[in-house]
């Protein structure tokens, strides 16, 4: 990769008895790159050194990154698998003993096979997560449909990234997270940012981001909050949450009126541009307004400003994904780079912020209920062919498309699904109106969970098995851009804990499946078949070896042949993905947030993250810097609400919504619309915002509204100040 | 000897606080952070601004010091309290004008920034402008903050930016907010 005008090469400080191990950080999708320093007497890690010759990140890294670290060698790793005999106790820490690998994986095993043999295969579930390597990602998928033969796994994507797939699915007919590599960002001319909060969410990305206004280039951001991004930008459109689909096709309609329309592009590579025209034309600069709660002037001004950009990047992340809607605020934000065919060329295009380290790897390689490896549908014969043939299993064996993950809760609740196998997840904290989930996962008759700490969601387990942190195994994450980065091991792992890919290896076993995965003894060994089963599906990888991504720092997918060296930008050729060739302008009507304000809850909750803490903070809550700088949640309130409420900053305030209840102390603050309340969602037990959010589904992504929902403020008897 | 220096542009902060964690990074920082962040002002909106030591050329601190324990470094990096020197009467953190020193009741000894001198000295950027993601602490050389002091330099009396000192002078830069002010937009 060429280096940009941010790199600079500058030697590494190593210090005595100590090595540097290179390799990225485990949060969020930027990826960091990142060097963990090793003490060579002692084999365990010690700390961390910038790495700045990773062409992404140039050695910064945000707090979360400078202390991930900490994770390897804390006093919270569960060391040795844990039983718990006693299942009154089921919904708390209490009652687990350490028990020995063998009595753990038979007791696992014996409870899914009563399980399979009384309620029939599909009895049982798998619920994943993306926060680990492809390779386990990938293993995870097979596990489920060969060793277990259920039709029942879905992943935590579905709460991040599953609107970003559908919408870029849709529009053209591939889902890569990023048209181009990041080092495009500080090049463009324009930012168009909706609904990403980058500045805690994505820091790293936050240099390139003002390297464009300080090229007297613009920033615009649609944002409910003034986020540390929005209070810089040139225009901030501060809309009521779930209402960026009518801001978009505002925009998209003044676009048009006003001559910004690439008639050429238009014409030779898309579809759908004229009934999508005649769509927005009433989303005329004062309906938008109406809608959205943004003036009339800033509206105008962004479309102008955007039209008038000779390179521009429409950036979005969960704001706009996270609601029932999300696949269509997706779409009609790439119609913006669409229709001005401002994309299909380095500077301009679409990039979404991925949420988790291997939100983009993860969601494409089988642990998605209806996908196979290679981004392949399970619904096609071919596919189910081709990855058969890898796995050594007959076509037919192949189980159906299952559901998606919080409907994979609504079985358990009904007794379709018995069992439940969690893994790299946290969905008891991270899931939707969580009374019925915590519920629907007590109600289960076995539950095992594979979990380095023990988290919320490991307290409803019967079995909990030891897994490692990132820093104690090998394989290749995705990284937002799209590109296939190495993450290497820097320690041998603590106490009996083990990779996820062995104990499914050892599982496969015991539950009579072994020959299809006794050939995996390395990590290695599973990216080896890994890379095979991906090959000729859309997200190809077979051609990124990992010798190849050492040399060429990383390899953008598709990758499809040993020589090729990965595509960085895609469409270049203005060829879309579609069997047409052919990119697809959505005509997309406008549909309201599922719960709209009323009289008995006049208020707007939306939820988010802080920079200190990553998803559900099984990890980030347990790291002493991150927890000092943010202990506790909080409900963001606008001056003008807390007067009407009579409340004061730092008070305790009951929030309450159909669903829920929590308490939280207020955070006075004018940076907040005075319709919204925000609440951050890291926060387990009786913290958790998810007690009060809906579980309304996206009817394609089936993404829950996170981002929206209606709710009341109540203030306490006591007025208590903490 | 050094080539670069530190150099802040406080508008660019976005309060992440990773200069704090890193500062517990440095080798020599025994896992204690030596820098500040503020919220500016946290009831109206979300800016933020990092203290740094600015490691001035005659340091206050220094001078207040009755035990010369605070040595300044060839580089002009005004150094933490020597542990056999520090006599923990806290003088220095009453005399520095920003408030910078530290004090460990427990080991009753200063400490402070030292711009991670094992890194500096052989002109490796610090831990704190190494790591931090919205380049509100960059390393920089003196051409290139030169560079920068014209660039921001729009002589229209509003703006004091890239001023030469506020106190007396130092060793590090500091721009105050109005960066974007003599940008010359791109259309």
Redesign the interface.
């Known amino acids: 990769m060429q280096k940009d005008k941010f790199f600079r090469e500058?030697?590494?400080?190593n210090?005595p008895n100590e090595k540097l191990i290179k390799t990225h950080c485990s949060y969020c999708g930027m990826q960091c790159g990142m060097n963990l320093r090793v003490n060579t007497l002692t084999n365990k890690i010690v700390?961390?050194?910038?790495r700045?010759e990773w062409p992404v990140t140039v050695?910064?890294?945000?707090?979360k990154?400078?202390?991930a670290y900490q994770q390897t060698n804390h006093k919270d790793r569960i060391l040795k698998p844990l039983i718990r005999d006693d299942s009154s106790l089921n919904g708390t820490k209490e009652g687990f003993r350490e028990a020995s690998w063998e009595e753990a994986l038979t007791l696992v095993a014996k409870n899914f096979k009563e399980l399979q043999a009384h309620y029939g295969k599909d009895s049982l579930s798998v619920f994943s997560g993306v926060s680990m390597t492809n390779e386990k990602c990938y293993l995870t998928g097979k596990f489920a449909r060969v060793a277990l033969g259920t039709r029942y796994i879905d992943y935590n994507g579905r709460f991040c990234m599953s609107s970003a797939a559908g919408g870029f699915l849709r529009t053209f007919g591939v889902d890569r997270g990023s048209t181009l590599p990041w080092t495009d960002i500080h090049e463009t001319?324009c930012l168009f940012i909706a609904g990403s909060n980058t500045?805690?969410c994505h820091?790293?990305?936050?240099?390139r981001v003002?390297?464009v206004?300080?090229?007297?280039?613009?920033l615009i951001v649609a944002d409910p909050r003034?986020?540390?991004?929005a209070?810089?930008a040139d225009i901030h459109l501060d809309l009521r949450p779930g209402t960026d689909l009518a801001l978009a096709n505002g925009i998209l309609h003044l676009l048009i009126k006003n001559g910004h329309a690439d008639e050429q592009f238009v014409n030779q590579h898309t579809n759908g541009f004229e009934e999508t025209k005649e769509l927005v034309e009433q989303f005329t600069p004062a309906y938008t307004s109406m809608i959205t709660g943004v003036s009339i002037e800033k509206i105008e001004r962004a479309a102008e400003v955007y039209g008038?950009?000779?390179n521009a990047i429409v950036m979005f992340a969960r704001g706009i994904e996270q609601q029932h809607k999300g696949v269509d605020n997706v779409s009609a934000y790439c119609n913006l780079a669409l229709v001005t065919g401002k994309i299909g060329r380095p500077k301009a295009g679409v990039a979404t912020f991925t949420g988790q380290g291997n939100g983009q790897g993860g969601r494409e390689h089988g642990q998605k209920s209806d996908l196979l490896p290679g981004y392949r549908k399970i619904t096609d014969p071919k596919a189910v062919e081709h990855v058969s043939k890898v796995w050594g299993i007959n076509p037919e064996d192949m189980p159906q498309p299952g559901v998606s993950a919080y409907e994979m809760f609504e079985l358990m609740e009904q007794k379709t699904i018995r069992g439940l196998y969690l893994l790299c997840s946290n969905p008891a904290v991270s899931a939707p109106n969580l009374n019925f989930v915590r519920n629907a996962m007590k109600n289960l008759d076995f539950m095992v969970c594979s979990d380095f700490y023990l988290s919320e969601s490991a307290e409803f387990a019967d079995v909990i098995l030891p897994s490692v942190t990132w820093s104690e195994d090998e394989g290749t994450v995705t990284n937002l851009e799209g590109r296939i980065i190495k993450i290497n091991k820097a320690q041998e792992p603590i106490g009996e804990s083990k990779p996820d890919w062995q104990m499914q290896v050892e599982l496969a076993n015991l539950l009579g499946k072994g020959k299809h995965f006794d050939h995996l003894k390395t990590a290695r060994d599973v990216a080896e078949e890994f890379r095979l089963a991906t090959k000729g599906g859309n997200a190809d990888y077979y051609g990124a070896t990992w010798d190849k991504i050492d040399k060429q720092d990383g390899v953008f997918w598709p990758c499809r042949e040993k020589e090729d060296k990965g595509t960085p930008h895609m469409f270049l050729d203005n060829k879309f993905y579609h069997s047409d060739g052919r990119a697809k302008i959505c005509a997309l009507p406008y549909r309201p947030p599922a719960e709209e304000p009323c009289e008995e809850y006049p208020l707007r909750l939306t939820t988010g993250r802080v920079?200190?803490h990553y998803l559900s903070g099984n990890q980030t809550r347990r790291i002493p810097?991150l927890k000092d700088?943010c202990p506790d949640p909080y409900v963001e309130v606008h001056?003008s609400t807390a007067e009407k409420y009579n409340i004061n900053?730092d008070e305790v305030v009951k929030l309450f919504t159909r669903r829920g209840k929590a308490e939280y102390k207020v955070k006075?603050?004018?940076?907040i619309r005075e319709d919204t309340v925000f609440v951050p969602y890291h926060f387990g037990h009786d913290e958790s915002i998810n007690l009060l959010t809906i579980a309304a589904l996206d009817p394609m992504s089936r993404m829950p509204e996170f981002k929206a929902c209606a709710v009341e403020i109540e203030k306490l008897d006591t007025g208590k100040v903490l | 000897m050094t080539k670069r220096k530190l150099y802040l542009e406080l508008e660019n902060c976005i309060g992440c606080r990773s200069c704090l964690a890193a500062c517990t990074q440095c080798g020599g920082h025994e896992q204690k952070n030596r820098n500040y962040v503020y919220d500016v002002n946290p009831l109206v909106n979300r800016q933020t601004m990092p203290l740094m030591c600015l490691h001035c050329a005659d340091p206050a601190c220094a001078r207040s010091c009755p035990a010369q324990a605070i040595q300044i470094h060839e580089t002009g990096a005004v150094l933490s309290a020597l542990v056999e020197k520090c006599i923990g009467c806290q003088n220095c953190t009453i005399a520095c004008p920003y408030g910078i020193p530290k004090f460990d009741e427990e080991e009753n000894l200063m400490y402070k920034c030292d711009l991670c001198i094992d890194r500096t000295k052989d002109d490796i950027p610090p831990m704190c402008a190494s790591v931090c993601p919205s380049n509100t602490l960059q390393w920089l050389t003196e051409e290139e903050i030169e560079m920068k002091k014209q660039s921001h330099d729009v002589g229209n009396d509003k703006w004091v930016t890239s001023m030469h000192y506020l106190e007396g002078e130092t060793n590090v830069t500091v721009n105050l907010p109005g960066i974007l002010q003599g940008t010359v937009k791109l259309f």
């Not at chain 1, 050695?59 to 707090?63: F, N, Y």
Request: charged share 25%; with cysteine.
């Open positions: 500058i030697e590494n400080v210090h700390g961390v050194e910038p700045y050695g910064k890294m945000c707090p990154g400078v202390t001319d500045a805690e820091p790293t990305s936050m240099f003002w390297a206004q300080e090229r007297g280039g613009y003034e986020t540390p991004l209070r810089r008038k950009a000779p920079v200190y810097f700088m001056p900053h006075i603050t004018e940076a």
